[in-house]
């Protein structure tokens, strides 16, 4: 059965390179991988979107490890995280150390997503307050703003400075409470995303930062620039959205998507009909098949790794129960891997294996090892000495002695490790959504980014509660196959 | 026929054999007592291979006992310990054919040999599919007397075989034990801690103090002409035991 989904996925790997798309797991990232992917869908170009890959670092990684084609990123970040440290200076240094990489960026998609200064569209008119500078007249208004806001550099203490704003009476909250106080009254002013979702949804206003002092975030492609040798139309379709998307276009399908509960690809596809005038498809997939096809990926990552594991940690665990020396060895390097956290694990891998199934199924049989080596060498250890010598006695050979002998009445606690490692296994599987390994991570994230609890249950956080614990009734049932009939009296 | 030619042994820096050059004769019983600690245990699990000697040779049968031999002539020995040492997962009837299967016997062969130990043992045929936690004391160790027969050993060693028994079983055993040693004519060393069970099995006992023979010879040399003052000072301790114990000894 492994070998057959080896198989598969195998397959899966050398079908036709549709475009790949991918997208950070924010809601405004994720609703610009699916314009890409339905716009060239629609221009007859096979694209695939590969949707809430974590971060700025697991998604610029499998771009430049020919994972993805393309994913939407900002220049602050890019300046800021992935060329960091290089003190780079405008935007032709940038597309030169870009190019370097073998990266490409495009124009401007048409919107700023940077820190901004918002006020209630009512209050801001009724004072007469457009720009950041305005702000100089009003020193009493009480300003709210986030505690990290607060504290950074290029925050806060540098906006005072640059703007010379009077303002004393500042307070630090959650960024989600600040809209709360905005829209009470309580704060008259607090630091937004340009393209929140709120601004819209609670109708605020914001202040043009005249002396242009918060960074640029302008949003663009960034893609391969052997996708230019391979192909140039999908270059020329997914230009076609620069400079299309400003602020409130964006800000609105943030609305959407995020106030509205409308899933990302139908906020796409109305964009697209409305704005590019291009009419796509939205397919969409009932509970059923989403918790089958999540069923099947996560069973997928938890069957592979673990045989994996249990293929390598078993004679593993034997040598260390007859070696100490190794045995101290090899119980250190595997606990060392299990303090490594998995996020991490899962970045270091991306260059070599990609994003996908393959590093978690990796990180997963790391994790798997020591659970299962632990238990078979201290099974092994435990095997009373009085019996290891009988079988010496009888003039079987160490072979024999192991599998006849050892292993039969080690057997209660190796299975005990695979066990635990298989339940491990289960809750740590869900982390492979983050790098596009599917299963019941992938709603667990997408409810957490649409704050949608209901999802992050039933599709799952419940699931893989109920596949853990099947797995460990079905694994209590081959006690009976696996353990002796004589040990179990 | 065993050889000990300069035999020597450490544990962890503590002499339990200073230097052995013996002799065990082939088809008699020799039995090997003395106070715990004096070495009888390790003369046996040098010859099964289980110690290796610091210094000198043992030979089984003429073979002398290295890494290439040992396999075989373990298979040549029958080696019973007490409480049997069955394994626990495996049916009586899976013990005692465990090696013989090993060697690729047919169930034909296998089953023969299981009807003749099982009368040669007293053991009831129908507690063959029993684990061993389903038998008694007594029983068990009738398994891994039959266990060690299984292959027809031309030497059965036994490591206090009746010591974890109680005083009813074990004086059954003993005589049954004795029966089919006299009828097999096989070379028997068996360590006991017990006089009356010395001279109940032996044609010859080896007192042994501190990794040495003190005395050699029949039961009635140890106590008519004792060799030094510790063999006396032994046959007193045990003398007790030996008449209380007596009276219900056949």
Redesign the interface.
Known sequence: MIASLAMLVAIGFVTPDPVRIGSKAFTESVILGDLAEQLLNEEGIPALHRRELGGTQVLFHALEAGELDVYPEYTGTIAAEILAGQNLKGEAEIRAALAGRGIGIGRSLGFNNTYAIGMQDTVAAKLGIRTISDLRKHPDLKFGVSNEFIERIDGWPGLRTRYDLPQRDVVGLEHVLAYKALASGEIAATELYSTDAEILALGLRVLRDDLGYFPSYECVWLYRLDLKTRAAKPLRVLERLEGRIDETAMARMNKRAKIDKVVESRVAADFLRETIGVKSKVVSEGFARRLVRRLGEHLFLVAVSLSAAIAVAIPLGVIASRRPLAGVFILSVAGMIQTIPSLALLVFMIPVLGIGAKPALVALFLYSLLPILRNTATGLREVPIGLRESAEALGLPAWSRLWKVEFPLASRGILGGIKTAAVINIGTATIGALIGAGGFGQPILTGIRRDDLTMILWEGAIPAAVLAIAVQAAFDLSERLVVPKGLRL | MIEFQGVSKSYEGRVILPRLDLTLPAGKSTILIGPSGCGKSTLLRLV???VRPDTGTVSVEGTLLNPETV??I??A?G?V?QDG???????ARDNVA??AR?LGWNAGRVDRRLGELAELTRFPLDGLDR????LSGGQRQRVGLM?ALMLDPSVILLDEPLGALDPMVRAELQVDLRAIFRELKKTVVMVTHDLGEAGWFADEILLMRDGRIVQRGPLSDLLDIPAEPFVAQFVRAQRQVLEIDGKDRP
């Open positions: 099964i291979g289980l396999t075989a373990r298979r020995l080696y310990i040492g069955l394994f626990p997962h495996l049916s465990l090696m090993h684990f061993p936690t389903q266990r």
